[in-house]
């Protein structure tokens, strides 16, 4: 799941227009973070963003998945993280407002959890 430095500056430029947000290296990929929360995660050079059952309906629509691993000794665990349509990563505005969604599902995870 690594994630080159040059991908990680490709999605910063990608989202300059959502706002400022911090990557954050965790285990072999990273987190896209902003006001407090991550809404988006980076593994193998590829974007994934927060989805709730609403939002996944869009992402299946465009024939993809959630993010999935495999801990060691079980199956594979899938999160509520989906791979974003690679038409996005060529239409910066039209990106930036499916982040937003993502970002709006997280503070509301975040809030149910208080």
Known sequence: MPVS???KSFIQDLLADFGPVSIRRMFSGAGVYADGVMFAILADDTLYLK???VSARDFAAEGKGPFTYRPKGRGPVALSYW???ERLLDDPEE???WARRAHAIALAAKA???
Do not use: F, I, Q
């Open 95 to 97: 990106l930036v407002t």
């Open 83 to 85: 791979e974003v349509p």
């Open 5 to 7: 430095a040059a991908y």
């Open 112 to 114: 149910e959890k208080r």
């Open 51 to 53: 989805a709730d059952e």
